[in-house]
């Protein structure tokens, strides 16, 4: 492991964030050791928030700015309408520019919401790339820009040659999408004289040609650093779980629930999770470390708590906390008697100013569809099409779990120990109560 001096890189390295850096490594050290060094990480605008498998990114412009540097994060509003091929072996969809735009937007309150340190001595600076694609010239950017890259040298990177060795198509659109993605790094040069460029692994053809462009078109000595792709120890994608994907926005993946992700990590994730995905010192997490048995839940939990608390806020990660200790204490007892009627309004999980909707106990015996009960019963959403689109993006769910099939039907299963079935859309929750007919 490189022994680094600036103590930014000493952080990200002693958490395990670094897998590659470009050469020279000690010419980046050297610029860290002074405070005002600008790095940048992009983002396509290819859904209307982050999930947790861009987390890793965040927490590095985290740790950027905790000691005293200066972190963009890049929206990319132009290459999201050309699409990264890294990693993939479809095409992306292509997105209208209102899609587009409103993902932006969600993504950037991610940040906003993420990024505000007490002790931050400078700014997140936002920039959306389509500032200066969506006005390029074509013929000069090829005759400025194009020239500077070999077609030989772009095949053998692995976003390309992965595709084309499975005999994927990969379309023009795309193949340009490394050149944009480098020029991105020139025009944040000249902009901001931003000399860092991070990402996870998947990226370092591109930011190694970012390195190359800025040589070649600036005279500039830039630089790399890009972290491993994150998994769990059994393989799985970070973010993704049985529910959909793990968002950082409060309504598509609520509080609860993404508490609900960090508590249910593997034991043999917990300590490099912690060195990860929050801020406790290190000699902290080395006591967490030696817990052992049944101990390792109080682990999970700090991990849970302190995840939650640097994306949705201390008050809301210490409420999903004690809502979760209140809901283990319910299976501890034993099963509760299910009242169907009159919800138990003195219920932690429910408040009296919930809508409440009947709902025929027969038609539970039959079940109920998911979109019938968001669109037509509660009027959650404003049509089914609605509902497929939310149920799409994570957004609607039944008694606090995240809805991932539209075809889902609502049966008696679904009522909880409170005698009624809780139906979210974002931070609106409803209730349908049962009545009339059998069950009784």
Sequence with gaps: MTTFKSEFLRELSSRGFIQQTSEPAAALDALAQAPGLTAYIGFDCTAPSL????????????????????????????TTRVGDPSGKDESRRLLTDDDIAANLAGIRAVFERFHRFANAQRNVIFRNNADW??????????????????????????????RLDRQQELSFLEFNYMILQAYDFVELYERDHCMLQMGGSDQWGNIVNGIELGRRMKNAQLFGLTTQLIATSSGAKMGKTAAGTVWLDPEMTSPYDYWQYWRNREDSDVVRFLKLFTVLPLDE??????????????????????????????????????????????????????????????SPNLTASMRTFDIPRDDLDRGVGVLTAFANITQLVSSK????????????????????????????????????????????????????????
């Design 51 to 78: 999930h947790v498998g861009s987390l890793i990114q965040i927490m590095m412009l985290y740790w950027l700015q905790h000691y005293g540097h200066r972190p963009i994060a890049l929206m990319g509003g132009g």
């Design 133 to 162: 694609l969506d006005s390029l010239k074509y013929i000069k950017f090829l005759r400025d820009v194009g020239r500077n890259f070999s077609v030989n040298r772009m095949l053998a990177f692995d976003s390309v040659k992965l």
């Design 285 to 346: 997490i080395e006591r967490l470390a030696r817990l052992q048995g049944q101990e390792i839940n109080d682990a999970k939990k700090v991990l849970a708590t302190e995840a939650t608390a640097l994306v949705h806020g201390r008050a809301a990660a210490i409420a999903a906390a004690a809502t979760a200790g209140q809901a283990f204490q319910k299976r501890e007892f034993g099963p509760m008697s299910i009242t169907v009627g009159s919800p138990d309004m003195s």
């Design 385 to 440: 099409r609605e509902a497929r689109d939310r149920i799409k993006q994570g957004g609607l769910r039944v008694n606090d779990r995240v809805v991932v099939d539209e075809h889902a039907k609502l049966t008696w299963h679904d009522v909880t120990t409170d005698g009624v079935i809780k139906l979210s859309r974002g931070k609106q929750d409803v209730l349908l109560r049962p009545v009339g007919g059998a069950q009784d």
